[in-house]
Nanobody, 124 residues
């Protein structure tokens, strides 16, 4: 089982940027794809972005396209999420998750391992 640890969350003003990182403790990412999800209080967990193991395939939710970028950093063994032009409604706990099998899916049920999450708060 992969143990995932997210970092990089915090408080930012609307329009600002944050960079989240997801690290696999105890080893590399022996999985097919890694995704980022978020969950606001009282709401369902929603898909944000995903990237294949090779980094050659990416997928984004329509709400973040053009503002968020998911990437793999092989040197650091992380999957990062660069978030720009953040909005107050994007305040949530952000989670990374991995899946061992294709295809890349936007459904939380398609991911086997999850991190504990990192809080992102966007102030208006």
């Amino acid at each position: 089982q992969v143990h995932l640890v997210e970092s990089g969350g915090g408080l930012v003003q609307a329009g600002g940027s944050l960079r989240l990182s997801c690290a696999a403790s105890g080893g590399s990412f022996p999985t097919y794809a890694t995704g980022w999800f978020r969950q606001a209080p009282g709401k369902e967990r929603e898909f944000v972005a995903a990237i294949s193991f090779s980094g050659g395939l990416t997928e984004y939710s329509d709400s973040v396209k053009g503002r968020f970028t998911i990437s793999r950093d092989s040197a650091k063994n992380t999957v990062d999420l660069q978030m720009n032009s953040l909005k107050p409604e994007e305040t949530a706990v952000y989670y990374c998750a991995t899946t061992a099998a294709p295809p890349i899916t936007t459904q939380p049920s398609g991911y086997e391992d999850w991190g504990q999450g990192t809080q992102v708060t966007v102030a208006s």
